[in-house]
């Protein structure tokens, strides 16, 4: 169990932080082999969705609320619709677009099973309670 009276701690020591940047990175890098001229506002599509995880999830952490993560599995909801478009048209590989939605169900994982993690949830609490004056 974590003291939280030793450390610091912040949101980016939370597994679902961390899952949601290691989507984003994964996600971010597979963009720069896109064709520039057909695919840039996709791309930049994808990368919005992507860079958009982590910041979304450590929000979410900081608020109470009865639906946790509920506009993160939007926005990942809405990065998997572009990737299957990147495939569409040819931007993404078929393997590449498997890989892509492998990580995404990870972090998806992830996000649902947050809650019943003991060692993140007093992590939670304790940064919730740091936000109250």
């Known amino acids: 169990m974590l003291n939280l ?3 610091n701690y912040t949101y980016s020591q939370l597994q679902v932080w961390q899952s949601a940047r290691d989507v984003s990175k994964k996600i971010f890098n597979l963009t720069h082999y ?3 001229e057909e695919a840039q506002e996709l791309a930049e599509a994808i990368r ?3 860079e958009s995880l982590p910041t979304q999830v450590a929000s979410e952490i900081m608020e109470v609320t009865q639906r946790p993560f509920q506009r993160s599995i939007e926005l990942l909801n809405m990065l998997e619709g572009h990737l299957v478009s ?4 040819g931007c993404i ?6 890989t892509s939605l492998e990580a995404t169900n990870i972090y998806f994982q ?9 060692e993140d949830s ?4 304790h ?5 109250r004056f």
């Open 5 to 7: 009276m030793e450390k």
């Open 127 to 131: 940064l919730q309670g740091k936000n």
């Open 34 to 36: 896109f064709p520039e």
């Open 86 to 89: 990147a495939f569409d048209q």
């Open 93 to 98: 590989t078929e393997r590449e677009l498997k």
């Open 110 to 118: 992830c996000l649902t099973s947050h809650q019943n993690k003991a």
């Open 122 to 125: 007093h992590l939670v609490k």
């Open 48 to 50: 919005l969705s992507a």
